[in-house]
């Protein structure tokens, strides 16, 4: 178990965190290609580490990831205006590149729009999703390509599932082997332990709780007439 400390630090992942900063060291998951799915089509709210941001894909097709407040005063790009390859704010007009260069300002000269930049992250497409790299860009590492490199948008299919949970944590549930999953109960049944020989009940010998006790369970009540079942039963 661990101490509620020892949770801040797992749970917290803004910037500037422990874990915040280790996981920005990945390339991580932004959204969905089909969320912005064409040149110019309306930007797309991402809530990731800790962090409020839009995406959207230029006229040009190009995609971006940048904060989603306006750096003037704050409004919000996700209402953006999504033109001539620049994200416009609806407010007083401000325009960013995908790389969060303000290009145009209306109401200011030109030298002062050269000196405004906005937060944004470098992204790469690849499988229908759109993949960010959050961290420092001298730590960067190239993309990963898990094999959905280069291939056609009707050679695969892309979906998303939101828990609402934190990953560490529900990563360390699913490695968990004493869970009663069916994935660890075929593991534990086809894989004895050395020390408790797996006996067939074919044989007469004995049974599969010998060697796999945690398969049953005297939580399960009896059904009406009938005997005690195990959990291995009821998921197998
Ligand atoms: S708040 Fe965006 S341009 Fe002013």
Request: proline share 10%.
């Amino acid at each position: 178990m661990l101490k509620a400390e020892e949770n801040e630090i797992l749970t917290r992942v803004g910037p500037g965190t422990l874990m915040g900063e280790l996981l920005r060291r990945y390339w991580t998951p932004a959204c969905l290609s089909a969320e912005i799915p064409a040149p110019g089509s309306p930007p797309a709210r991402v809530r990731l580490l800790g962090e409020n941001l839009v995406a959207f894909r230029d006229t040009r097709g190009r995609v971006g990831l940048v904060q989603e407040n306006c750096p003037h005063r704050g409004a919000s790009l996700y209402f953006g205006r999504n033109e001539e390859a620049l994200l416009r704010c609806v407010y007083h007009g401000w325009a960013f590149d995908v790389d969060g260069k303000c290009v145009d300002m209306p109401s200011e000269p030109a030298p002062f729009c050269e000196k405004v930049r906005m937060k944004s992250y470098p992204v790469h497409e690849s499988g229908g999703i759109v993949w960010t790299y959050m961290g420092p860009r001298e730590t960067m590492t190239p993309f990963r390509d898990f094999g959905t490199d280069g291939h056609d948008a009707d050679e695969f299919i892309a979906a998303k599932q939101l828990t609402t949970c934190n990953w560490v944590q529900a990563m360390e549930g699913n490695l968990d082997t004493s869970g009663p999953i069916p994935g660890n109960s075929v593991a534990r049944r086809s894989s004895p332990s050395p020390r408790s020989p797996r006996r067939s009940p074919a044989s007469g010998t004995g049974s599969s709780r010998a060697c796999t006790p945690w398969t049953t369970t005297s939580r399960c009540p009896p059904k009406p007439g009938g005997t005690a079942t195990s959990a291995a039963s009821r998921t197998s």
